[in-house]
Structures are given as structure tokens and as C-alpha cells.
């Protein structure tokens, strides 16, 4: 779909600004939240000017997160992109806490979720994240809230049956009415509903949904026409209505032709198109697993071909790469495994935090600590690479059915209206060009073709040295 050099040209401009240091990340949120400065009065800023204000936001944190032991020097450091590396996001639960460290309300809290760390909003069907909007709400500690959090999970029993169904917006109009009581009373009231804290938003993971079995779609609808564009080069028709079918076959039929061509000396066809037939067919009629179909078309371009993997290995990437900024996540089989089975592993934790809570025994934190991370939530980092994938597709297959010339506006605005509507269902901050991310994916849309995500990071980020 698009050429390498066009590919390259999008690159090398990506890696100019990128060089800039002009993309809004938590180094840079940070620093326009405490020092009151503006993205416009930090863009204008020369590189020496921005450093500046980088060390004072250091300090100002320095001084507040390093004497409560929050986060160390060092950590903070990469935080804010000190030592001449990218920024490294803060998890989610170091912004928890850093936030109630600072004293921020609610709506600063939010923002920094959404926008500094670019994820979404405070998950108010988590206890934890529901218990530190109400600190923030009244401006307490983390002392209080570490206190609150284990009476809930001391006194919430660990058979409680964690409800699966949506209630979202249910629970954020119960925490209106209940955030202005006092914290013995609103802990009364998490303990009555315990069972509706699930710990995940079950509209991120639709959105996710909807968008592999679009990727699905789209891939094998491509496979498959490839295979019959294929199969229409050769005497396939023939032999099919000399074989006794009515019409072409396409999966047993293929197979029976096959095999009928590679028993023959001359079998009348090359030896790189039979392989092609017999790959498209494979791909096709092979019940994929949809997390691998998905992730082949993901990151294609940064892939080890399949006949070049070690066996059993369903994914590899053809190289490590170096200093990745955190806005860019590949998707493993392992990873999307266990973002789809949240329920299962949040439930899990729920009960082990339970039992440590009650017994104080070290075993349970090891296992807690370990259950941490099989626990996964869809990201933005995750789902706007999918929907730019799929905005092309839409694009090219809106465009073929007008027979209409590319056009870089429409494909563009067409890839915005869907990220803003995902976007806004899942809580997360809009589409931003001043984003890294936001801002790689709308420079796929070039002047003459499109480009996908993994085909601009396999020219514009450099592999490690070995």
C-alpha cells in the first residue's frame, strides 16, 4: 500500500521533530502544571529554557515525593527525561500516589491520568481508585488512604462475587452523593457494594474488541482475495469443472489442486506461486487464533516472517528497539491474553489482597505482587494503533467503491472521527498532535499514500547495538 521511500520521507520527518523535544508527555505536563506555564509558552521555549524548567519541576518533586520516599531520585530523574533519554511514564499507581502526595484535587488527578500519563480517567468501579478520588476530594493523605484501603480489604470478604456486568455510570452517580460523607461512612457504603468494585472498565475492553474483530475482517477479507486473484492465473477453473465442481472451491478444492500440481514434472505453474496459493490458503482457512491474526497485521512490517521463527513461537519481533519512547507498546500473544482475561485475574487479586489484609502474612504480598502483573488494562497505546489500521482499510475500501483518487484530508478526518469516538467511550484524553503517539499515526496519512505504525518505527527507530 505504500512505498518504502514515501514510508522513509515520513520518518525521517518524525525523527527531525522528534529531535525537538516539542511532544507533550509527563515530563513536560508536570513541569506546565507546577512552574504555571502554558504548551504555548513551553513551545516557544529554546531547548536550554526547557531544561531549566525540567530541573525546577525536579526539585519542586524532589522535595515533596523524595521526603515522603514515593519514588527515588533516580526514578524521577527518568521521569522527567533528565539524562538525555525520552521520558519514562510513571505507572499508575506511582500517579495515585504522587497526586495525594501533592494535594490534588479530584479534576487534577484526572488530568494527570489522562493526560499526563495518557490513560484513562480514574477506574471507579477499582476500590483502590475509587478510595483516592475520595482522598483527593478531601484532601487526605497517604496515610489515610493506605488506611482506608485496608479496612475495606480487611473487612470485604473474600467470597464476595465480583459483578461482571457494566455499572459505571451507576457507581459514578452513587460516589456523587456518598464522596461528601465522612470516610467511616463511606467506607459503610464500598463495603455494602463490594461486589461492584470488579477493577476494570468493561467499555475499554468493547472498544478493543470491536476493533480486533474489524482487524479480523478486514485481514482476511485481503487474504482471500489475494488467494482468488491468484488461483485466477491459473487453469484452477478448468480443473475444478474437469473435477466435477460446480463452482471453484476454494478450501478443499485448493487443496485437492495442490496437491494434483506438485505430484506433476511440469505442473504448469512457478514453484514461488504455488508457495503464495498455499500460504494465502493456509492463512485463510486455517482458523487463525484473532489475537495472532490481529497482531500479524499490527506490526507486520516489524515481524519475523513465520517460515524464519523458532517453532512454537507465534510472534517475534525482528529486532529490539532502542530507547522506545513509552507512548509506543507492542502487543505480545501474552499480553493480549491477559488484558482479555481481567475478570478473572482482577478477581484473583482481589482475594489474595483480602487475605493478606486480614493475616498480614508475607506469602500473600509475594503473590499479590506477582498477580500485579497478569493484571491488564487496555491502554490508548493499545487501541489507537488498531484504529488507524482500520481507518485505512475503511478509506481504501469507501474510496475503491467510488473509484475515487486518494485524498489526504478525507482519509485523515476519517481516522480522527473514529479515534474520537473510541476515545470518549473509554475515558481517555482526545486526539492530540502535540502527542507522540497522536502525532505518528496522523503523519501515516501522507500527501500521496497511507503508511501504517509498524512500517514508520522500522525506519525511524534505530535497532539496539549488539
Not at 525546577?56 to 520516599?69: A, I, P, R, S
Not at 485481514?219 to 465442481?245: M, P
Not at 513465520?306 to 532502542?322: A, H, N
Request: include cysteine.
Amino acid at each position: 500500500m505504500s512505498s518504502q521511500s514515501s514510508t522513509r520521507k515520513i520518518a525521517e520527518k518524525i525523527a527531525v521533530i522528534n529531535d525537538r523535544s516539542v511532544f507533550l508527555g509527563f515530563d513536560v505536563y508536570m513541569t506546565l502544571e507546577l512552574l504555571c506555564k502554558t504548551p504555548q509558552q513551553w513551545m516557544d521555549a529554546d531547548v536550554e529554557q526547557q531544561a531549566a524548567w525540567r530541573v525546577e519541576t525536579y526539585k519542586k518533586l524532589n522535595m515533596v515525593l523524595g521526603k515522603k520516599k514515593i519514588v527515588s531520585r533516580p526514578t524521577l530523574r527518568r521521569w522527567l527525561a533528565l539524562d538525555g533519554e525520552n521520558a519514562v511514564f510513571p505507572k499508575r499507581e506511582q500517579i495515585l500516589k504522587m497526586a495525594l502526595a501533592l494535594s490534588f484535587d479530584e479534576e487534577q488527578l484526572q488530568r494527570c491520568l489522562r493526560q499526563g500519563i495518557q490513560e484513562p480517567g480514574i477506574q471507579i468501579n477499582d476500590y483502590q481508585e475509587i478510595l483516592c478520588l475520595y482522598c483527593a476530594a478531601h484532601h487526605l493523605d497517604n496515610n489515610k488512604y493506605e488506611d482506608m484501603l485496608q479496612i475495606f480489604e480487611q473487612e470485604a470478604s473474600e467470597d464476595t462475587e465480583l459483578k461482571q456486568k457494566s455499572h459505571t455510570s451507576q457507581l459514578w452517580n452513587m460516589y456523587r452523593v456518598q464522596k461528601d460523607k465522612e470516610p467511616a461512612d463511606f467506607l459503610e457504603w464500598m463495603l455494602e457494594h463490594a461486589s461492584m468494585f470488579k477493577g476494570y472498565g468493561k467499555m475499554g475492553l468493547k472498544v478493543f474488541h470491536e476493533y480486533r474483530e474489524k482487524i479480523v475482517y478486514y485481514a482476511n477479507k485481503e487474504v482471500h482475495e489475494r488467494l482468488v486473484r491468484a488461483l485466477e492465473q491459473t487453469d484452477f477453473k478448468e480443473w475444478s469443472a474437469k473435477h466435477g465442481y460446480k463452482t471453484p472451491d476454494y478450501d478443499r478444492g485448493v487443496v485437492q489442486y495442490l496437491k494434483n500440481k506438485k505430484r506433476r514434472k511440469d505442473p504448469g505453474i512457478d514453484q514461488t506461486s504455488l508457495r503464495s496459493i498455499q500460504r494465502d490458503h493456509l492463512l485463510y482457512y486455517s482458523k487463525m487464533e484473532k489475537n495472532l491474526v490481529m497482531l500479524r497485521e499490527l506490526y507486520a512490517a516489524i515481524l519475523i516472517p513465520q517460515e524464519e521463527r523458532d517453532s512454537g513461537r507465534s510472534i517475534v519481533f525482528q529486532k529490539q528497539l532502542k530507547n522506545m519512547p513509552s507512548e509506543f507498546h507492542f502487543m505480545t500473544d501474552d499480553y493480549v491474553s491477559k488484558l482479555l482475561t481481567v475478570s478473572k485475574q482482577k478477581e484473583c487479586l482481589f482475594r489474595l489482597s483480602s487475605e493478606y489484609a486480614k493475616t498480614r502474612d508475607k506469602k500473600w504480598s509475594i503473590k499479590i505482587k506477582s498477580q500485579k502483573q497478569r493484571c491488564r488494562q487496555v491502554q490508548r497505546s493499545d487501541i489507537l494503533p488498531m484504529i488507524q489500521w482500520v481507518a485505512v482499510h475503511r478509506y481504501l475500501e469507501e474510496n475503491e467503491k467510488q473509484d475515487g483518487e486518494y485524498d489526504q484530508q478525507e482519509a485523515k478526518e476519517m481516522f480522527e472521527q473514529m479515534a474520537e469516538e473510541a476515545l470518549q467511550k473509554c475515558d481517555m484524553a482526545p486526539l492530540n498532535p502535540r502527542y507522540r503517539l497522536d502525532f505518528v499515526l496522523l503523519s501515516c496519512f501522507g500527501d500521496t499514500e497511507m503508511s501504517y505504525l509498524s512500517e514508520i518505527l522500522c525506519e525511524y527507530i534505530q535497532p539496539e547495538e549488539e
